[in-house]
């Protein structure tokens, strides 16, 4: 029994020493990029030696995919999942909220990766497009199980889920970059309105307006 209590205690510990480092390494590569940083640097970041680094990634690159199923697995877990009971429109808004809420709270994190996905292949086609891919066909399936159960008139489901996916990169990446500061909780909540109203009515003028 204190065998095992002792192996769960270190495991933790090991846990939240791995978290710390991809935490620095995340601070670091943001910062400087992935080619300009080092490990000594992510090892200070972390205020640990730089041998423990290798303990848990044996090298650089090791941390750098330790940081993209991190942010990609994170992602997978908030944007997947529709409330089929709400309305379409309260349905959308709440998800979008929680996915402009996840990238506000894990910017450093996508900074740190985004540069890389775009440059490098194996990173992009392994970790970054299948996830992409996922988030657009459960986007899509909502569409058309609401456009099935008449909520919404017949379009295209994939061509709308990537649109409304592209909204939100596009609001949110002045924030991952930097240049913006993140909104909070009332103001992501504002924005999903916004964006689904826009979504779901376009910019015309109403009827008799």
Not at 5 to 29: D, K, P, Q, T
Not at 111 to 120: F, H, L, P
Not at 180 to 203: H, K, M, N, W, Y
């Amino acid at each position: 029994m204190g065998a095992e209590s002792g192996r769960a205690r270190r495991e933790r510990r090991g846990e939240r020493r791995r978290e710390e480092i991809l935490a620095a390494a995340a601070r670091v590569f943001a910062a400087k990029g992935y080619h300009g940083a080092t490990t000594r640097e992510v090892a200070e970041a972390a205020d640990v030696a730089e041998g423990t680094i290798f303990n848990y990634f044996p090298t650089k690159r090791d941390l750098l995919v330790a940081l993209f199923e991190r942010g990609a697995d994170r992602m997978l877990a908030v944007a997947l999942h529709y409330d089929d009971a709400l309305p379409v429109e309260e349905a959308l808004t709440d998800r979008l909220a929680t996915v402009l809420g996840f990238y506000a709270r894990n910017r450093v994190y996508i900074r740190a990766i985004a540069a890389e996905a775009w440059t490098d292949p194996q990173l992009l086609e392994t970790y970054v497009l299948p996830r992409l891919q996922r988030i657009a066909a459960a986007l899509s399936e909502f569409f058309r199980a609401r456009v099935a159960a008449g909520h919404l008139r017949p379009f295209d489901c994939d061509l709308g889920a990537k649109l409304l996916m592209g909204m939100v990169a596009a609001l949110m990446l002045p924030i991952v970059r930097g240049t913006q500061e993140p909104p909070g909780v009332a103001e992501r909540r504002r924005l999903a309105a916004s964006i689904v109203d826009l979504f779901l009515r376009g910019v015309g003028a109403s009827a008799g307006g």
